[in-house]
């Protein structure tokens, strides 16, 4: 049973973490060392430098203007006054509709508190049925429907005013959806053009003894959508090409290290040694150590290139397929291509740079799998996390926290 006493400690708890959470964040935004983390979006545009370049070395990692903390929340009016066109060219759609949520929830539950305050608080708290029950209840309960009697006329104000908060939120929600959805249109309109917003991914292309899958993807588009159809790249299983590409950035990364060490320091060549993480083996030069591996690396490349454009068995039974217009790519993408629902498979090609490719070349009954997997585990998952939860809840309150943790009854009680 809830008391105000009890209310006013949870308020006061949440009160407190958010405002511990808030400073936190705004102290933490202010630091040079985190400047790339809170403005990404201006690193890449090119409109802000990192401040942590020249200086002493301490306002590399904290920012000793003391002014600025002054005025460290100076970015919520600004950012809740922007339109909404400069808030999305500024930080982007999904900030403007983040902002929109909590512009929502004011307009729904404002108007819904005046009026349960107007009209339901005063027509319960004017009961005494409770009282007259001479059951346990404390003053929380006097304004809930509990205090009225039953076959009581005054339901009748409850229930009205559950049509009337049911139509108001759906109302709201209503007309934020269409402005959500005009937002979304106009954005992706005024967008640039990219590959992806003409491309499908088309997957399980069935096996033919006569084509190979290139062919095969081919054939199928220009006869399936003729007006449409524009290129295809079928998918290579490159997963060990990937693997020496990656090897040789980070040899290029440890080259490039090691010459400018050297360009400080030219009286002294930096060495390294050849075996297991640099910790045993013969030193050697460290410039052309990494010199050979990264040659080694690209006559590897090229071999496996070869390999992979010249072995049918590392053909993915997958391809990317370009169309003329975003039309027939959402067309596609979105309808069943053959009678047979388990072939053919086509969806929304990601951007490029949010491919895994190494993924690719899973078979589709692995991946059926393993969603089945997961699916099972999240059950799960959520089903035993009641549990503690419904523990916590049960100390929710003093009287709770009194008889699970009795060495703790002073202090509450002081």
């Known amino acids: 049973m809830a008391t105000i006493e009890d209310i006013g400690v949870s308020a006061a708890i949440n009160i407190l973490s958010a405002v511990i959470f808030l400073l936190a964040f705004a102290f933490l935004r202010l630091q040079p060392i985190n400047d790339r983390v809170y403005f990404p979006k201006w690193y890449l545009k090119g409109s802000r430098q990192s401040p942590s370049h020249g200086g002493a070395f301490v306002r590399k990692f904290v920012n000793l203007d003391m002014r600025s903390y002054l005025k460290f929340l100076s970015w919520m009016p600004a950012a809740l006054q922007m339109p909404e066109d400069e808030l999305i060219s500024h930080a982007g759609l999904d900030s403007a509709v983040y902002l929109r949520i909590y512009l929502t929830g004011l307009k729904i539950f404002v108007p819904i508190t005046i009026l349960a305050f107007l009209v339901l608080v005063p027509v319960n708290w004017t009961n005494d049925t409770l009282e007259g029950l001479k059951v346990e209840h404390s003053d929380i309960d006097k304004l809930s429907i509990s205090n009225i009697p039953f076959g009581s006329k005054r339901f009748i104000a409850h229930l009205t005013m559950a049509y009337v908060f049911t139509f108001w939120t759906c109302y709201v929600l209503l007309r934020e959806y269409e402005i959500v959805a005009t937002m979304r249109l106009r954005f992706l309109a005024s967008e640039k053009r990219r590959p992806d917003q003409f491309t499908v991914l088309v997957r399980n292309i069935p096996p033919d003894p006569d084509e190979s899958i290139g062919e095969l993807a081919e054939h199928f588009f220009l006869v399936n959508h003729p007006d449409h159809y524009l290129t295809h790249q079928v998918v290579y299983n490159a997963n060990k090409l990937a693997k020496l590409v990656k090897e040789k950035k980070k040899m290029q990364n440890w080259l490039d290290y090691y010459q400018l060490k050297y360009e400080r320091n030219t009286s002294k060549r930096p060495t390294v040694k050849t075996g297991f993480l640099g910790c045993f083996g013969s030193k050697v030069d460290a410039v052309e150590h990494c010199a050979s591996e990264i040659e080694r690396i690209e006559k590897e490349e090229a071999e496996e290139r070869e ?108």
Not at 377 to 388: D, G, Q, R, S, T
């Open 307 to 414: 390999k992979i454009v010249k072995d049918p068995k590392l053909v993915v039974p997958a391809a990317f397929v370009s169309f003329r217009t975003r039309w027939g790519a959402a067309v596609c993408a979105q309808t069943q291509q053959t009678s047979n629902p388990t072939v053919w498979l086509t969806e929304w090609a990601p951007e490029p740079r949010d491919v895994y490719w190494d993924n690719l070349s899973i078979p589709i009954v692995h991946l059926t799998v393993r969603r089945l997997i997961i699916a099972v585990a999240f059950f799960f998952l959520n089903f035993f996390y009641v549990i503690p939860i419904a523990f916590v809840q049960s100390l929710a309150n003093i009287e709770g926290i009194e008889k699970a943790v009795p060495f703790l009854k002073p202090i509450i009680e002081m």
